[in-house]
């Protein structure tokens, strides 16, 4: 089976390097996989494997060791219902360390969601990490390709969403489809000294956030996902954050009989459907 998945990934990395002219330099060349992988270290056959490094210390280690000419990102999106978090800030630091070799190709692998005609929370996240890609690609002229892929499936990954379905089934638990997740997502915000830009996000049950129920530092995407909460009026607001620390909060307003309460917006969940009623329109799950 590990042969097997060291044959898929060769040709899915031929492939890619066929597609943006890069043939010369394959099977030739090293590949270096780094992250949570089946495969093993083959040095005679130039094929080394990592997983990705805790501290960013190792990362700028490797990147100064190794000269890297292309490199492919596996996005978490290419599996069906994979892990969101941390997909951004993994994402932004290679990417930072690409932008310091203008010679780095970068292709994002990532999955079909960012296609879909329906605008949902998941495909907004997907879109977000696209657009972080396009970002970088235009502010530090690094060549970036995406390519959108079909769904990938393993019978022998654990974390796979399909493999612990049926493990699930196997043993003869109960397997329960949940969609209860509520998706916060905002507009990309800029920096005019193209420094990196993360955002706080709040959700509290009143306007002055003295009762926060959800919050969550660092957010590198445009989105965050929580667990829908109980019927009732709630408030969310966002602050955008460069790298210098200065902050930047949403334009969004609560109006109030004191008058408008700036960098906030208001939304209501209904009991009996669960539907988002935010400002005039209806958002559903």
């Known amino acids: 089976?590990?042969?097997?998945?060291?044959?898929?990934?060769?040709?899915?990395?031929?492939?890619?390097?066929?597609f943006v002219g890069f043939d010369h330099i394959f099977p030739e060349s090293e590949v270096f996989i780094?992250?949570?992988?089946?495969?093993?270290?083959?040095?005679?056959k130039h094929f080394i494997v990592?997983?990705?490094p805790e501290r960013d210390e190792e990362l700028e280690d490797i990147f100064r060791t190794y000269d890297f000419e292309l490199m492919v990102y596996f996005s978490n999106y290419i599996t069906f219902h994979g892990t969101m978090e941390g997909e951004a800030e993994k994402l932004r630091k290679v990417l930072s360390?690409?932008?310091?070799?203008?010679?780095?190709?970068?292709?994002y692998l990532?999955?079909?969601e960012a296609g879909d005609v329906a605008t949902t929370g998941k495909t907004l996240l997907v879109r977000g990490a696209e657009n972080l890609c396009c970002q970088y690609g235009k502010m530090y002229q690094?060549?970036?390709k995406i390519v959108r892929i079909p769904y990938l499936y393993s019978g022998v990954y654990k974390e796979d969403y399909f493999y612990k379905m049926f493990a699930a089934i196997r043993s003869g638990e109960l397997v329960e489809i949940q969609d209860n997740a509520l998706n916060l997502n905002w507009d990309v915000s800029y920096d005019f000294d193209a420094e990196d830009i993360t955002y706080t996000v709040e959700l509290a049950t009143d306007y002055q956030f003295q009762n926060v129920i959800f919050?969550?530092?660092g957010v590198a995407v445009p989105e965050v996902q929580t667990s829908v909460p109980a019927?009732?009026?709630?408030?969310?607001?966002v602050r955008a954050t460069d790298s210098s620390g200065k902050t930047q909060d949403a334009f969004d307003y609560y109006t109030t009989d004191n008058g408008k309460n700036y960098g906030m917006k208001c939304f209501y969940v209904t009991a009996e459907w669960k539907d988002l009623y935010c400002s005039n329109s209806l958002y559903r799950r």
Do not use: D
């Not at 780094?34 to 005679?44: A, D, P, V």
């Not at 360390?97 to 292709?107: F, L, W």
């Open 1 to 18: 089976m590990v042969k097997h998945l060291k044959k898929v990934c060769k040709t899915i990395i031929s492939m890619l390097i066929k």
């Open 34 to 44: 780094m992250g949570n992988s089946l495969l093993k270290t083959e040095r005679k």
């Open 50 to 52: 990592r997983p990705f």
């Open 97 to 107: 360390y690409c932008k310091r070799s203008k010679e780095i190709h970068v292709i």
């Open 110 to 112: 990532t999955g079909p």
């Open 142 to 144: 690094i060549p970036v």
């Open 215 to 217: 919050r969550q530092e």
């Open 231 to 237: 019927a009732g009026q709630y408030f969310v607001r």
